[in-house]
């Protein structure tokens, strides 16, 4: 393995994580068949039929921003629901959507916006802009990690 470049390697610890936290967990199992493009700063694994995803992120802060969200953000139905996590993996609901590798060919460079039918960007942009000033951000989120989030 030692020729085994940094994406490979991911995927490899990340399956090893998932198969022991199916083994520990009989209620979860995962696809045989994953997709080619399995992310790019975490590294995912689907559940039955996608409805389940399994994620391994590159580095613990990154880990600890999605959770504090997920937990955060729970109320408005726009982020996927947190079912479980170790300190190496995050076990969430699968959240019906597009790749944004899909969404760059549909990009109207030129004028702006999206080329033929709305995007899941869009369409949720009504009930994204009801819902989020019901999540207040109180004293205790001030130390938050999603405070000092970077992409």
């Known amino acids: 393995m030692a020729d085994e470049d940094w994406r490979a390697k991911m995927e490899r610890q990340t399956d090893e994580l998932v198969a022991r936290f199916v083994q520990e967990n009989l209620d979860y199992t995962a696809d ?14 689907f559940g039955p039929a996608g409805r389940v995803v399994f994620k ?6 990154r880990q600890g921003r999605e959770v504090f969200a997920l937990r955060h953000w729970r109320r408005t139905g726009l982020v996927p629901e947190l079912l479980g996590e170790t300190d190496e993996l995050v076990v969430m609901s699968f959240f019906e959507g597009e790749l944004i590798e899909d969404l760059i060919g549909r990009v ?14 869009t369409q949720d942009k009504n009930r994204m802009a009801a819902s989020t000033p019901c ?17």
């Open 32 to 45: 045989a068949a994953q997709p080619t493009a399995r992310g790019q700063a975490n590294c995912v694994v």
């Open 56 to 61: 391994n992120f590159c580095e613990a802060d």
């Open 108 to 121: 109207d460079t030129k004028y702006g916006g999206w080329r033929g039918e709305e995007s899941f960007l």
């Open 135 to 151: 999540i207040p951000v109180v004293a205790g989120d001030m130390a938050a990690p999603c405070l000092g989030y970077h992409p």
